[in-house]
């Protein structure tokens, strides 16, 4: 087997910490790989994702941003199927890049509308709402900024007069980023 190379073992190391860190895998990393080196990752990354498909979202967002068509079935049926929101909401942001499915953006524009039935159970739990009951919200709305359809529009321009401020807070910072503000 070849030596990696130096994008290839950034791409490790920070795959071997990204659970005790913030972010998604670096962009450039993969820009900076060789062909054969975007391979191996992709093919280490998928057999990940076939053991553990819910196991981890760093993976499946790695692989969007590979845009590994191979994962593309898989992806899709993760936020088809019975997953955790957090979960669905990185596979259709990942096949979204992948594909430009339509199925995702209507995956992340159905999780972005949602009103959570919990939240009178725990009322006046800010922090909480905001981090736990709201989380995919606010991943979908970040996720929106990034696809400039009507629907995605329509659901973040919707999501602006949501009960949560931190969902409208999101939803103005990828509305400003689709309309070139920020």
């Not at 007069?161 to 999101?170: A, G, K, W």
Request: with cysteine; net charge neutral; aromatic share 6%.
């Amino acid at each position: 087997m070849l030596e990696p190379g130096i994008a290839e073992y950034r791409f490790w190391r920070d795959f071997d910490e990204h659970n005790i860190r913030e972010g998604p895998p670096d962009e450039r990393d993969f820009v900076q790989m060789t062909d054969d080196e975007r391979g191996r990752v992709e093919a280490e990354l998928l057999k990940r994702l076939i053991a553990k498909p819910e196991d981890d979202s760093w993976v499946i967002t790695a692989l969007g941003v590979l845009r590994s068509s191979c994962a593309a079935p898989l992806l899709r049926s993760l936020f088809s199927g019975r997953c955790s929101r957090y979960t669905g909401v990185a596979a259709a942001e990942a096949l979204w890049r992948i594909s430009n499915d339509a199925l995702a953006v209507a995956y992340l524009v159905r999780v972005l509308r949602e009103r959570t039935r919990l939240r009178r159970i725990v009322a006046g739990a800010g922090a909480l709402d905001v981090l736990f009951l709201n989380g995919p919200r606010i991943d979908a709305a970040r996720a929106l900024g990034f696809i400039d359809t009507p629907e995605s529009r329509g659901a973040l321009n919707d999501a602006l007069v949501d009960r949560s401020p931190e969902v409208c807070r999101r939803a103005r910072a990828a509305l400003d980023r689709l309309n070139g503000e920020s």
